[in-house]
């Protein structure tokens, strides 16, 4: 292995290093990380790159690079957007036949964020179709495989974002989180997945499934480059109306003064006794954690048993909420404005009906019909007004338990990838995927997933959530973990 691709299969921290010390060029990294991508083009992780205006932002880094000016981090880093995050002239299918011919006239907040650091977008990542889904099979792309093995999915909906810095394309990407969608897939795929506080990240530029879930973070390849990726991102923006006006913490720089500190002393971490039940989970995702419990202990964190009583009505919670909400969003893909339009359409309504119909997939159709169910009179205040006070009872919950505790840990999810096709008949079974994660969601949290070792010869992922705004405890704690028992489960073999 050259030490181009040694240091692509590395961590950004790791790149950078080689970077400013001139071993390789940014032109360089970007061109090992074209290859890579055609190397496991079978992944289908990759849905559009922009090789010529990567390669000339690379150009444009290095020359930043001689003459020693002053660089981001993420300066001459390769890096891959969901393709739900908007950049001008470029597409933004969203993985949909609806916006199959769309490109985006701006920036999302978060691409102008990171081209103003220097970050060299390579292209954009395949995803279930406007996020609506758990595996990544939703797609007009087909479905993304899991570089672990590629019978298996490699989880959803960021599961191209997730894929790709598993099997080293990059060091870092960018996802949505509405439900557990990044964290899912970082946890199937063995790598680092941040879900910010709710208005932590401008949501501006990423195209809408439930405006008061989604949130844009990152998918790494450890907890202090999502760090630093999460300085980079996070910040007001009067455009978002739901973007917190709070002064952004230097994330990056408190991890660098919690290692100096040493030990996790005087940390409480919380264990909901509804996390860890035997039935429905399997036992090696149990074992794994537990085993992390043990190291984090020795690190000096103490653990508490807490209760979250409402966490059986997350997911009919969730699902009530998000698809009222998609519904709501995705009314403006009418075949009118921008999108598919249905050809030689007999009036309007026959525009609207065959635009629709013929645009958006399965799993689309069936969350916008269930949304406009309980949106409808006679069923909204029974579906959608109780959905919504379930939502303050389940925040109430974590609320009652930070009193006690600075974080709480759990598995990220009750089993390791599964095969894909398996579950496409069975959408509850599907929807159940998401049952350790949707909670963060609901009640504004921040999360992180992490790797804590394999079972069945896959990855494993713990979850660790704090309080709104509470991101600095939890990269604290992941960071802690990972330094002192590296679970890195590395890169995964050429051929499954």
């Not at 029974?382 to 009872?393: E, G, P, S």
Request: charged fraction near 25%.
């Amino acid at each position: 292995m050259s030490l181009v691709e040694k240091l692509l299969a590395g961590t950004l921290g790791e790149q950078r290093e080689g970077l400013d010390r001139r071993d390789i060029s940014a032109r360089e990294l970007v061109a090992a990380s074209f290859s890579r991508i055609t190397a496991r083009e079978s992944l289908t992780a990759v849905v559009s790159r922009r090789d010529e205006a990567a390669l000339a932002s690379a150009e444009a880094s290095d020359a930043r690079i001689m003459r020693g000016e002053p660089l981001s981090k993420l300066d001459g880093i390769p890096i891959l957007l969901k393709d739900n995050i908007v950049q001008a002239g470029e597409p933004a299918t969203c993985a949909s036949r609806i916006l199959g011919n769309f490109v985006s006239p701006y920036d999302a907040f978060v691409t102008e964020r990171l081209a103003a650091a220097g970050a060299i977008i390579v292209g954009r990542t395949n995803m279930d179709e406007f996020a609506m889904g758990s595996s990544t099979e939703n797609s007009i792309y087909g479905p993304s495989h899991n570089p672990w093995d590629e019978t298996r999915t490699c989880g959803g909906s960021s599961g191209g974002s997730a894929a790709a810095v598993a099997a080293g394309m990059v060091p870092l990407a960018f996802g949505s989180d509405t439900g557990g969608s990044i964290r899912q897939p970082a946890s199937y795929c063995g790598v680092v997945g941040l879900k910010p506080s709710y208005g932590r990240v401008s949501r501006w530029g990423l195209v809408a499934f439930a405006s008061s879930l989604d949130q844009i973070g990152p998918l790494a390849r450890s907890v202090s480059d999502c760090a630093l990726a999460l300085d980079l991102i996070a910040g007001h923006d009067a455009k978002d109306s739901t973007s917190i006006p709070e002064d952004i913490p230097n994330w990056s720089g408190d991890l660098e003064k919690a290692r100096a500190a040493g030990s996790l002393d005087g940390l409480a971490i919380g264990l909901p006794r509804e996390y860890f039940v035997e039935e429905g989970v399997e036992p090696g995702i149990l074992a794994r954690v537990r085993e992390a419990i043990t190291t984090l202990e020795e690190a000096g964190a103490s653990f508490e048993e807490i209760s979250l009583p409402h966490t059986a009505y997350t997911i009919a919670t969730y699902y009530l909420i998000a698809t009222a909400e998609a519904s709501s969003n995705l009314a403006r893909f009418d075949g009118v404005r921008y999108g598919r339009r249905a050809e030689q359409p007999k009036d309007l309504n026959d525009l609207y009906e065959r635009s629709r119909s013929e645009g958006f997939s399965a799993e689309v159709k069936r969350r916008i019909l269930l949304g406009t169910y309980v949106l409808s009179a006679g069923y909204y205040d029974a579906y959608y007004v109780k959905a919504q006070r379930v939502r303050t009872l389940i925040r109430r919950d974590f609320e009652a338990a930070f009193e006690s505790c600075d974080a709480i840990l759990t598995p990220t999810t009750p089993e390791v990838a599964f095969r894909l096709g398996s579950k496409s008949d069975d959408p509850l079974s599907m929807y159940l995927s998401d049952v350790y994660t949707v909670s963060a969601n609901l009640a504004g949290l921040p999360a992180l997933s992490m790797p804590c070792g394999m079972s069945e010869g896959m990855p494993v992922g713990m979850q660790l959530l704090g309080p709104p705004l509470g991101e600095a405890a939890i990269l604290r704690i992941g960071d802690a973990y990972e330094r002192r028992c590296d679970q890195s489960v590395g890169l995964p073999p050429e051929k499954s």
